[in-house]
């Protein structure tokens, strides 16, 4: 049961629509992707949902020249159950320790680059894999 009040309201002591702008605006950095052009992103932890920029506007070598640090597993083992992951993706993620970067991983996999990349899009994208 909710109870009522009788006690006024007090709206805020700051512009709320002004902060909400200058959260976002925080929480954004422009790295430029190639030439000119310059793309918004924020960083990897925010999921797919929140990103400025359309997921197929950046392809898997411009989307990696955007990733900084090192990927790492985010979730526990348990958690991955419920993810449809093939074994192609259990693979990469078998070699995503925390210390190697993206360069390296690549080359252990053995897999075709591309593939590779895409993989561990889908698993930040996912937030499966965050980088550090």
Known sequence: MVR??????L????DVAAYARDSE?????SL???GNEVIEVTPSEVRRVSRPYAEKSLSSEDWARTMLGT???????DSLKRFPLDHRAGFVLSLIDGAIDLETLVDLSGMD???VLDLVR??????????Q
């Open 25 to 29: 605006r925080k929480s954004r950095t």
């Open 122 to 131: 889908h698993l930040c994208d996912s937030g499966i894999v965050v980088f």
């Open 71 to 77: 990927p790492i597993v985010a979730m526990q083992p």
């Open 113 to 115: 680059r591309t593939q």
């Open 4 to 9: 009522s009040s009788n006690r006024p309201t």
């Open 32 to 34: 430029a992707v190639s």
């Open 11 to 14: 709206p805020p002591s700051f």
